[in-house]
């Protein structure tokens, strides 16, 4: 290993989380004896970067940065180690993503058609394009990114624009706009607590960046929201974020409602975004 790879996690533990350090120190371990020279950089993105890291909700977004694009083989073989990991004891087995970009790529301001390995548990590591929230990831990855190995990441990408991370954000609300409008599975979903919780806080943090031009994480978002927001969305989104998430019990119908009319209110503050931008 380069002297500059492992100065970060020689010296300072990446987080205040002795697990989470264990984990991202035995998968660099992993990823350069499979990588090798080729390896530039790790970083852990996502809530540890923007410091609301819960330890039992909370997922692991690594961004691994490449000298130049992986072989064939060598992605084959990062597969097979991820797959290994998914079938471990680890308590963060089941909360992993990452993606893996050589340099130049990271340095792009918006995704391409490329493929690049990626993993989203629970699906296997794939080489897939970027999603459209990539210069979300980026920003983050540039502004709060935490080192796990490699130089720091302001001297691998230039600062991502504000529009570029309304754009990024505006696919989401629009993604989910028509599937509010089109698949009654989605709609459905939103009486399952877990993923009312995400969807309404998740506009929180679509509204922030619209406002903003900026990233924060879902619940300092979703506080953001509540302070600024009118008093109907104020109660849902206090409803969405406190005792309530605890409960096994389904979402009531009004709260439903008011997600999908909190939807409603995000995109067409976005629609109105896009317009002037456009103009």
């Not at 499979?34 to 530039?40: E, F």
């Not at 698949?183 to 806080?201: C, F, I, K, N």
Request: glycine residues 4%; contains cysteine.
């Amino acid at each position: 290993m380069s002297d500059h790879l492992g100065s970060a996690a020689a010296h300072q533990p990446p987080t205040p989380y002795p697990e989470v350090n264990a984990v991202v120190h035995d998968l660099l371990t992993s990823l350069h004896a499979i990588v090798g020279a080729q390896l530039a950089g790790m970083y852990l993105v996502g809530s540890l970067a923007l410091g609301d890291f819960q330890a039992q909700e909370s997922d692991l977004d690594l961004v691994i940065v490449t000298v130049g694009a992986l072989a064939d083989e060598t992605v084959a073989a990062l597969r097979d180690l991820h797959q290994r990991f998914d079938h471990s004891a680890s308590a963060w087995a089941a909360r992993l993503d990452a993606v893996y970009l050589p340099q130049a790529v990271v340095r792009e301001a918006s995704p391409t058609a490329a493929r690049y390995p990626v993993l989203e548990w629970p699906a296997l590591l794939v080489l897939e394009p970027l999603a459209s929230e990539w210069p979300i990831w980026r920003y983050t990855l540039r502004e709060y990114g935490v080192v796990v190995s490699g130089p720091d990441p302001r001297l691998l990408l230039d600062p991502v624009q504000p529009d570029d991370l309304r754009r990024a954000s505006a696919a989401k609300v629009e993604d989910w706009h028509a599937r509010a409008h089109g698949d009654p599975a989605w709609v459905a979903g939103l009486q399952v607590r877990r993923e009312h919780t995400y969807v309404v806080v998740t506009l929180c943090r679509l509204l922030y960046t619209l406002d903003t031009g900026s990233v924060a994480s879902k619940p300092a978002a979703a506080r953001w929201a509540a302070r600024t927001r009118a008093s109907r969305w104020s109660e849902l989104i206090g409803r969405a974020t406190t005792k309530e998430r605890t409960t096994a019990a389904d979402v009531p119908e009004d709260a439903v409602n008011d997600a999908l009319a909190l939807l409603e209110y995000t995109y067409e503050h976005y629609r109105q975004w896009r317009a002037s931008s456009t103009t």
